[in-house]
């Protein structure tokens, strides 16, 4: 899945009649300093363009001259500026070496490049595709500065992943249903039924299974939501179907619906309302956020983009994969992951579009940290599927966590009802299990 320094400016000296002479030198030297420091800056920000040279040479030595795409994702100790400077030199080169950068739909070729490191090195690795044939790694390594450490400007916040559950068909979602210092209590949606565990002597042990049986076909791309409910145990959301878990022995009653998904995790609204603490505002401050619902494609992997209620104006929005709420002081902003790979940020008075290069799967928690609210997104490398924490200062996000791997691809990111973490489906690429993983945020000091 990119966070600035900045330096504090050198005050500005006022002259005194006295001290004129004084002041005047202090001055000149003043904006001396300033002439230096801003060529350092340049040198540091230059020493960039050998493996941008480097790497734009190898991918122009597999594409040839052309139209191509260009996604740089920064998932190293390299702050927002570093990562802008390297995103523009290799931009550059990549022209120089006949190739123009268009959007994804004009393009011959996509590019994405990662930028992670090891503990002596910077790697970056170009990942490239061109028509339906295999892709292309090219890859460049330079020394990381002796010392160097990360900075902690670019990665004020740690994510923590823990792994809850692992089985060989796969998981569509798991909910925590009795939480504490550690979870004692589990459900698992899986393709064909509810399941439900208690933690005894340290295992998860089966005590319910409940079997959904679907009048029609599922889709191929299977996709399901699992929250807990206030009258009942549980509500289950699949493509075409509802139903209802209830407690004590546990049993399940479905029915043929197209009704539309809801959006926010259960914790989070509390009701046909939901009051969210706002980040930037005075203390007991609160922001109230409709229940908002999405109509899902019964027979796709996607939400028709249709809302109720609408946002503002906005009624419809392009299909989506998944949807994340950033409360604000006036109002919610919506973010969209978008079918077509774009990112739409929705105020209810505007609809501002972005590609930022995150995968299919975002949303958004509440923390003590920060902002006070993160979004969580997904990107996807050949070597494996992460995610990491941004904010928006406004519609710029910026990442305020290194990105955590995890051991395949992806498969769901759902915030969990209590608003604060996320699960993360896996599908493992060793062992072809699926795996379901809590993610919460620290704040590290």
């Given at each position: 899945m990119s966070v600035a320094v900045y330096n504090a400016a050198i005050p500005e000296l006022t002259l005194n009649t006295v001290h004129r002479r004084l002041s005047f030198s202090a001055v000149f030297l003043s904006r001396i300093f300033g002439v230096i420091f801003a060529l350092a800056i340049y040198a540091q920000a230059a020493d960039w363009n050998a493996p941008e040279q480097q790497l734009a040479r190898k991918i122009s030595g597999v594409t040839g001259p052309g139209a191509m795409a260009l996604t740089v994702t920064n998932r190293s100790s390299l702050g927002r500026r570093d990562s802008e400077v390297i995103r523009n030199g290799l931009r550059s080169a990549l022209e120089a070496a006949g190739l123009r950068v268009v959007k994804a739909e004009q393009a011959a070729a996509t590019i994405t490049v990662t930028l992670s490191e090891n503990p002596t090195s910077y790697v970056w690795v170009a990942e490239i595709r061109q028509g339906a044939g295999d892709s292309a790694v090219e890859m460049v390594t330079l020394p990381r500065p002796e010392g160097s450490v990360p900075s902690r400007d670019a990665v004020p916040?740690?994510?923590?992943?823990?792994?809850?559950?692992?089985?060989?068909?796969?998981?569509?979602?798991?909910?925590?249903?009795?939480?504490?210092?550690?979870?004692?209590?589990?459900?698992?949606?899986?393709?064909?039924?509810?399941?439900?565990?208690?933690?005894?002597?340290?295992?998860?042990?089966?005590?319910?299974?409940?079997?959904?049986?679907?009048?029609?076909?599922?889709?191929?791309?299977?996709r399901g939501r699992l929250l807990p409910a206030k009258d009942h145990l549980l509500d289950v959301y699949l493509p075409g179907v509802q139903c209802k878990v209830n407690s004590g022995p546990a049993s399940l009653s479905c029915r043929e619906s197209d009704d539309p998904w809801p959006l926010l995790a259960g914790g989070m609204n509390g009701g046909a309302l939901a009051s969210f603490p706002s980040a930037g505002l005075s203390n007991g401050a609160t922001t109230v956020v409709p229940q908002v619902r999405a109509f899902y494609?019964?027979?796709?992997?996607?939400?028709?983009?249709?809302?109720?209620?609408?946002?503002?104006?906005?009624?419809?929005?392009?299909?989506?994969?998944?949807?994340?709420?950033?409360?604000?002081?006036?109002?919610?902003l919506w973010l969209f992951a978008a079918t077509d790979g774009e990112v739409h940020f929705v105020d209810g008075l505007s609809d501002q579009v972005a590609r930022v290069g995150w995968g299919s799967d975002l949303t958004s928690v509440k923390t003590s940290c920060g902002a006070g609210w993160q979004v969580l997104a997904t990107s996807s490398s050949e070597a494996a599927d992460s995610v990491r924490a941004y904010e928006l200062p406004d519609r710029d996000p910026v990442g305020v966590s290194a990105a955590v791997d995890f051991p395949g691809a992806i498969t769901a990111l759902w915030t969990e009802a209590r608003g604060d973490t996320a699960i993360v489906v896996v599908k493992n690429r060793d062992t072809r299990s699926y795996e379901a993983f809590r993610l919460a945020i620290a704040c590290d000091q």
């Open positions: 916040l740690s994510l923590r992943k823990s792994l809850l559950w692992t089985q060989s068909n796969p998981i569509l979602d798991l909910t925590v249903l009795e939480d504490g210092a550690t979870p004692s209590s589990i459900a698992v949606l899986s393709v064909d039924d509810v399941s439900l565990y208690g933690l005894q002597g340290g295992k998860w042990q089966q005590q319910e299974h409940i079997t959904i049986t679907p009048e029609h076909a599922w889709p191929r791309d299977l494609a019964s027979n796709r992997n996607f939400f028709t983009g249709a809302l109720t209620p609408g946002l503002g104006k906005f009624t419809t929005v392009p299909k989506f994969y998944s949807a994340a709420v950033l409360p604000r002081e006036k109002y919610p």
